[in-house]
């Protein structure tokens, strides 16, 4: 996987060095939260999630704005055949979450999927009582459908077309990052 860089940060793929902090990152109540799993993540758990994680089926990034690592988004359960993916970020540095950065970091993945991977559509389940990822996900083009993983689990699908239309929204903003 190739590193990612555009619109003032970088996307560095996830090395085997990076799972302690992601793993400690990912226990913080502060981000724990807004996570469908919120249980403590062990040592051996998160071996077991980077082990996972290591196929042409994923695309896991660790995002640095400064040279300095505050967050991971990944596109995962890539499906070359349907052309689809399921998307995911989250930033473990709250100063940064209310910043033009998590539309940075979206917009610079997005184009790696539709125009690196050739995909058609991206999608992402989110918690109905995640208010700022339902805001965050619509205003960047993503649709919710009626469909539920489970109860409270909402899908929200996100065109090849819909995608560049939210470029081009945000691009004035983006250019001075």
């Known amino acids: 996987m190739k590193t990612l860089q555009g619109y003032g940060v970088t996307l560095e793929p996830v090395k085997h060095s990076d799972i302690e902090m992601v793993r400690n990152w990912r226990n913080d109540p502060n981000v724990a939260g807004f996570m469908h799993f919120r249980d403590h993540i062990t040592r051996e758990m998160q071996e077991k999630w980077f082990q996972s994680i290591n196929s042409p089926s994923n695309a896991y990034f660790i995002i640095f704005i400064d040279n300095r690592p505050v967050g991971m988004t990944e596109l ?12 995911g970020i989250f930033f473990h540095d709250s100063t940064l979450r209310h910043s033009i950065y998590p539309y940075a970091v979206i917009l610079l993945r997005n184009r790696f999927g539709f125009n690196d991977l ?21 205003s960047l083009g993503y649709i919710p459908t009626e469909q539920c993983e489970e109860p409270g689990k909402r899908l929200y699908i996100l065109t090849r077309d819909r995608f560049f239309e939210s ?10 990052l």
Do not use: W
């Open 167 to 176: 470029v081009a929204k945000y691009r004035n903003i983006l250019e001075k």
């Open 76 to 87: 995962k359960k890539i499906d070359h055949a349907q052309k689809t993916a399921e998307g």
């Open 118 to 138: 050739k995909l058609n559509s991206l999608y992402a389940h989110i918690l109905d009582d995640n208010h700022r990822a339902i805001r965050f996900n619509r």
